[in-house]
């Protein structure tokens, strides 16, 4: 099966994604700049979650163009990526209004856990029909970035309730992790 419909309903979904992330900002009532103030904890969750749906975008470009076909496993898994990508906008408006606290961030954290879970799940699932001898899997290796990521979400959400600000710090980590795209499909292409 061909995987052009997977990467065209992908994108439209996360283009989506980040459109009702846009639409959640609300124009202050004012026209002084200190009417922005208030604004700043939802313009930074606004920029966190901006910065991980392209990251995301970016890395499912270069991995789903790497490979060279998609089945019914990986069109699930790739829906199941899309699910938890789809809650960013309610945790990123939830965490912004209430200015980082700990249920609004540990919450953020999970949404990004599952999401950095289910990339997995769709990687592996594409390497299972590939073959574990595939360029693919060679180019996934171990996916060291992926579960580092993972374990530090984890750890991001049980600091939450010692500070939440500390959890927000490592999920800003995660992001600064993946900001460069990753270069093990890029260099398959």
Not at 67 to 93: C, D, E, H, I, Y
Not at 123 to 129: E, G, K, P, R, S
């Amino acid at each position: 099966m061909g995987k052009e419909r997977l990467v065209a309903f992908s994108d439209g979904v996360l283009a989506i994604i980040i459109t009702i992330m846009v639409l959640e900002m609300k124009v202050p009532h004012g026209d002084k700049l200190a009417d922005l103030q208030p604004l700043l904890p939802v313009f930074a969750s606004y920029l966190l979650s901006f910065i991980y749906i392209g990251i995301y975008w970016n890395n499912h470009h270069h991995m789903l163009h790497a490979s060279q076909k998609v089945n019914g496993r990986v069109l699930w898994a790739n829906m199941n990526l899309l699910f938890w990508l789809s809650l960013v906008p309610f945790v990123t408006g939830w965490m912004g209004e209430n200015s980082f606290t700990t249920a609004p961030v540990a919450l953020y954290g999970a949404i990004m856990l599952m999401a950095g879970v289910a990339y997995y799940i769709l990687a592996h699932a594409i390497t299972q029909l590939h073959g574990t001898n595939s360029d693919f899997a060679r180019a996934l290796g171990n996916d060291r970035k992926g579960k580092l990521s993972v374990a530090i979400y984890g750890i991001g959400i049980g600091l939450c309730f010692l500070h939440p600000l500390i959890g927000f710090a490592l999920y800003v980590l995660v992001a600064i992790i993946w900001f460069i795209p990753d270069k093990r499909f890029e260099n398959r292409e």
